[in-house]
């Protein structure tokens, strides 16, 4: 059974870090691209970073360029996603898919997702 389960997530305050992990289980993660998007209320679902299955090479979108980093550790079947210096506009439900093509930032690109977890940013 495919599965992708988030964690990490929470209330922090502005310039504060949280490190969010993505575990999967059901399939071989190194096969497969890993995304990490976020929701906010009333908003779309938007790409925020992308890492490939066949040499780890990322993406970011603009908005958090120089403030998250994604990394893959393929042994432990685990994503992560490292956020420094947080906004209050990086508040969102973040959730983790996974792609057996290409790394791309479009949600119809990934065949499988995760639950999501809650990243607030305020003082």
């Known amino acids: 059974q495919v599965q992708l389960v988030e964690s990490g997530g929470g209330l922090v305050q502005p310039g504060g870090s949280l490190r969010l992990s993505c575990a999967v289980s059901?399939?071989?993660?190194?096969?497969?691209?890993i995304g990490w998007f976020r929701q906010a209320p009333g908003k779309g679902r938007e790409g925020v970073s992308f890492?490939?299955?066949?040499?780890?090479?990322?993406q970011y979108a603009d908005s958090v360029k120089g403030r998250f980093t994604i990394s893959r550790d393929n042994a432990k079947n685990t994503v992560y996603l490292q956020m420094d210096s947080l906004k209050p506009e990086d508040t969102a439900k973040y959730f983790c898919?996974?792609?057996?093509?290409?790394?791309?930032?479009?949600?119809?690109?990934?065949?499988?997702w995760g639950p999501g977890t809650q990243v607030t940013v305020s003082s």
């Open positions: 059901g399939f071989t993660l190194e096969y497969y691209a």
């Open positions: 898919a996974a792609s057996d093509g290409i790394i791309s930032d479009r949600p119809t690109d990934y065949n499988f």
């Open positions: 890492i490939s299955s066949a040499d780890g090479s990322t």
